[in-house]
């Protein structure tokens, strides 16, 4: 009986079941991970920052505010160290800097931009003098140039180099009130063309008159017109010999307001046309010049006196003048 009584008893089963850590399972290590590794990241960059020079940050400093700069002075963008001991060289013990061998300090390499202004104008300057020369050397070298040697006026001035060619009695530039081109002077124009086409510089061109007045100049065509056209014409010519059209800056007549001999307001020599070969600091000021047109202007296009625009054609007709 006692047999049959144990195979009577039931048999019990346990299951157990693991609960884990719920929905979010294990992405909690991802983000500790990442958290870790930021924290490392922190510590390293507080370790470099410790360890690095003060020469060290202000090249880095340099480097990432104005890397183009520092790509024209050269370097690396390093300051004065080349080593992350703070020190550097053979002694630890030094705490003014990086040195290199035989106590001898690196040299700092600095960006000075008025030193870079005042040898761009050394050059300018060389270039504007080599030019005269040039110009000089054309008019001994042709025959028929240097029969003008007279008439024509170089010099140095604040704006660059002046290139005037003045009028004589018996060898004007112009007919008296025309803005055609004598053909000497075409010749002469377009023989510098060629001079200045080699130079960079920008080109304003200037005609004026002497102060002998238009018949009627008052009430249409003046000395104002005259002087716009004759300029004009030069300017073409100038073209004609090589200059190109995007180097010429200024074209404008300025009549009799600037005399080349105040003292006498009728002579031929204030009959000329001024050509400047203009240094970088003349040709700045004048862009940043600010054109305002007045009211009249606006109203009527056509009432400035100087036009620094070009002629248009059939534009060098003039009404009969008096000595112009």
Request: proline share 6%; charged share 25%; no cysteine.
């Amino acid at each position: 009986m006692a047999g049959d009584s144990k195979k009577l008893q039931p048999i019990i089963i346990k299951r157990v079941r693991k609960g884990g850590h719920g929905k979010h399972g294990g992405a909690w290590k991802i983000a500790y991970a990442d958290f870790v590794t930021a924290m490392m990241a922190f510590f390293l960059l507080m370790w470099l920052l410790g360890s690095t020079t003060e020469g060290d940050k202000k090249g880095i400093a340099d480097y990432f505010s104005a890397p183009l700069k520092l790509s024209w002075v050269g370097g690396s963008g390093a300051g004065d160290a080349s080593s992350v001991v703070h020190g550097g060289g053979t002694d630890l013990s030094r705490t003014t800097g990086q040195v290199k061998e035989g106590d001898v300090r690196a040299p700092k390499r600095t960006l000075n931009l008025q030193a870079l202004q005042a040898e761009q104008r050394r050059a300018e300057i060389a270039r504007l003098e080599q030019l005269k020369m040039k110009v000089e050397q054309l008019i001994a070298s042709d025959p028929k140039l240097a029969a003008m040697k007279g008439q024509i006026r170089l010099d140095m001035t604040r704006d660059g180099l002046r290139i005037q060619i003045v009028d004589e009695q018996n060898r004007p530039m112009f007919d008296s009130g025309s803005a055609i081109v004598k053909p000497y002077m075409r010749e002469l124009l377009r023989d510098l063309g060629t001079l200045l086409a080699d130079v960079p510089n920008r080109i304003t061109l200037e005609g004026h008159t002497d102060a002998q007045p238009f018949a009627g100049g008052d009430r249409g065509y003046s000395n104002w017109e005259l002087s716009s056209d004759r300029a004009n014409a030069s300017r073409r010519e100038l073209v004609a010999g090589g200059l190109p059209e995007d180097r010429m800056l200024l074209v404008q007549g300025l009549a009799s307001s600037s005399l080349f001999d105040p003292a006498d307001p009728q002579s031929p020599a204030n009959r000329r046309i001024s050509i400047i070969v203009m240094n970088r600091d003349a040709e700045d000021r004048l862009l940043r010049l600010p054109i305002a047109p007045s009211a009249a202007e606006e109203a009527d296009p056509g009432a400035r006196g100087a036009d620094a625009t070009p002629a248009a054609p059939g534009a060098e007709a003039a009404p009969p003048a008096l000595g112009q």
